[in-house]
């Protein structure tokens, strides 16, 4: 694992830990999509197969390639976790060889059921080489790193899959005569892509085994139980995996129908349709790549509620301007795109696509950080296997929706208000998203928040994170800048702020009474804390023990101290800059939150973050001095 993050997530392609992991994964995404399209318009327009009608091949094509994720991903998930997932990665690499070895044989026979089980075994190819590819990452790249990483991954698929489809079209459609078929060139391309994707593995450096003595369970009924229930046992992580496996079900809607849609909504030809997957897929990598510009490359799981509010608010939009879209004869690209109503649609399908891209690598980023190393690649399996199910109900379902008379523009429509109402139960479900939603939105939307020094919080175990006390969001832009969540110990008296008090509620934020007026209420809010350290988190004190009223530094109090005496942690410095005057601080003789925009929209404020100091030598006083030094101006301690 790299020591220094590099500057933005492209470098990472210079690097040899993740440019041939990438390229490996590119060349296998597109490798699919180039011979399950051919393989499509074969059927659909060359040759007739009385048991494959045109009208179910994209649908059984479809459920032959996901098939092996249900049958497989369990066991493809202990392989992962037991072996080199550099060694399994080329493996996989050479099944795919052989597959196409056996799909040119197909193709140049024209033979249905051999090329129907190259695309089983396409299917395997990928459930194999899934739970390598998310378990790879947090090997080789850190807490800074990753989201860049997810990122890179998630547009390179979106990019594979549309270049695939794309590539596959055109080959397929190649006129007689040529010196090649459209089927010879489809074979000899699958074939050239495996080799060149095999080759390309051989550099992925080794990423050792992280439980080289499990012992493999082979049936997979059993193991996908045991692995739903692994998963289970994080309840962040595993609705994290319902919520990535939502977001499949809701762009596997889209894809589904995008044929019917560009023919019979938007009256559009085959090229239409192909232009509404190349918006799609933009998006979506767009979204992901943005992810790292916002979060401030860290796993900002704040994004997910930003996606999910733009996925329904953009698919409602969309049901919408679809239903206004005029009638007319059948229009090619150029007349399309003539039509001043089309570009709204256009518009609103990039919007929820770049909205999904946002919703899912911070939930993919968050499943590889909190997964447990000896377990993640088969947590990641449990999610492959979710998504399946996922996308077979999602198919089945906007099926009978539309069997039973809506409309395709209506059935967006539906989407866009049960995402909605998933996305409300599971923010409420997992307080995290929300809160770090509240956070991102209050750093970036109403201060300019600059953080100085975020590498000194530890990246993993217990630590005291001890601040200067300035407003009543202080605790919320601390969660703006930890990549970890935090528990906070906090005056009682903050509960009682209307909105505020609710979030921190929610937070499950650690109320404390001082230990003259409520004896108990202290001693339980210190047995709280010591929990907290105990299960190998983040707490957050504020020891000045209120908010300042005066705009200077208070004398810290014996807090600290007293939860040291129980358990000897790090205490990590920090101060809070230039907030003091702000709408949510309290100003000379008067109190907070009265006077709207006080210092207007978007004032910079600032925090600093000194490095950890051993339990061994904390003091009151002396973090007190360390918060007073980040405090100067002129000091450059945790910058």
Known sequence: MSAQPHPNQFALLRQRRFAPFFWTQFLGAANDNVFKFAFTMLVTYRIEVAWLPPELAGLVIGAVFILPFLLFSATSGQLADKYDKARLAQLVKSLEIAIMVAAMVGLHLQ????????IFGLGLHSTLFGPVKYAYLPQHLDEREITGGNGMVEMGTFVAILLGNVVGGVLIALPDGWWLT??????????????????????????????????INWNPVTETWRNLRLAHGNLVVFRSLLGISWMWFFGAVFLGQFPSFAKDVLHGDEHVASLLLVVF????????????????????????????????VFAADLWWAASQVPASDRL????????GANWRVLADLFALS??????????????QLRSPASHRARII??????????????????????????????????LALANALVAAYVFLLVPEYLLRFVAWVLSHFIYRFRVQGDEHIPAQGPAILAC????????????????????????????????????????????????????????AALAAADQVLAEGDLLGIFPEGGITRD?????????????????????????????????????????????????????QVGLKIGPAMAAGEVTPQTVQTSVARLLDPTSSMGA
């Open 111 to 118: 033979w249905p059921s051999l090329l129907l089980g190259c």
């Open 182 to 215: 459209g089927a010879e060139a489809v074979a000899w391309t699958a074939l050239t892509l495996a080799v060149i994707g095999r080759a390309v593995a051989q550099r992925i450096p080794p990423t050792p085994s992280t439980s080289p003595n499990l012992v």
């Open 281 to 312: 897929s933009v998006g979506v990598g767009l979204g992901s790549l943005m992810c790292e510009t916002f979060s401030r490359r860290h796993v900002e799981i704040g994004l997910v509620p930003l996606g999910a509010i733009g996925m329904s």
């Open 332 to 339: 090619g690209l150029g007349a399309f795109l003539g039509v």
């Open 354 to 367: 770049f909205s999904a891209g946002l919703y899912s690598v911070p939930m993919y980023a968050l499943i």
């Open 381 to 414: 399996a449990a999610n492959n296997i979710l998504n399946a199910i996922f996308m077979i109900v999602s198919a089945v379902g906007a099926g009978m929706l539309l069997k039973a008379g809506f409309s395709i523009p209506q059935v967006f429509g539906l």
């Open 468 to 523: 200067n006390h300035v407003s009543f969001i202080d605790a919320v832009l601390l969660m703006a800048a930890s990549p970890r969540p935090i528990r906070f110990l906090m005056d009682h008296r903050i509960f009682q702020v209307p909105v505020l008090g609710w979030l921190f509620r929610l937070a499950k934020a650690i109320p404390v009474a001082p230990r003259g007026e409520d004896p108990a209420a202290y001693e």
């Open 551 to 603: 705009g200077q530094l208070q004398p810290f109090k014996g807090g600290i101290a007293k939860i040291l005496e129980r358990r000897a942690v790090p205490v990590v410095p920090m101060a809070l800059t230039n907030l003091w005057g702000s709408f949510f601080s309290r100003v000379e003789g008067g109190t907070a939150m009265v006077k709207p925009l006080r210092r207007g929209l978007f004032n």
